[in-house]
């Protein structure tokens, strides 16, 4: 069983930055994918970020270059670098993690709120 508690949220004002930690409790595999997802309010879960065990990194077009995903698997976090923020970035943040292999294998935490402000 794997745990998973988000950390970092808050409110900043736009174009600041914000880092999200994401504390892994249990062993992840290296079929698994670790992402980032966020929910605004009254709207579904979209998917922002993943990093596989590999390394290789995906982003959503909204995000990319502005937000870094990273993991430190001796300190078993996930991190979300979250730079030049907007209006919109506002949303509650997920950590993920799920197998490419095992469908029953997929993990979420309880989020963290970021909230950017003008």
């Known amino acids: 069983q794997v745990q998973l508690v988000e950390s970092g949220g808050g409110l900043v004002q736009a174009v600041g930055t914000l880092r999200l930690s994401c504390a892994v409790s249990g062993s992840t595999c290296s079929s698994d994918i670790l992402a980032w997802y966020l929910q605004s309010s009254g709207k579904q879960r979209e998917l922002v970020a993943t990093?596989?065990?590999?390394?290789?990194?995906k982003y959503s077009d909204s995000v990319k270059v502005r937000f870094t995903i990273s993991s430190d698997k001796a300190k078993n976090t996930l991190y979300l670098q979250m730079n030049s923020l907007k209006l919109e970035d506002t949303a509650r943040y997920y950590c993920?993690?799920?197998?490419?292999?095992?469908?029953?294998?997929?993990?979420w935490g309880q989020g963290t709120q970021v909230t950017v402000s003008s």
């Open positions: 990093v596989s065990s590999g390394g290789n990194t």
């Open positions: 993920n993690i799920r197998s490419t292999i095992y469908s029953a294998r997929n993990f």
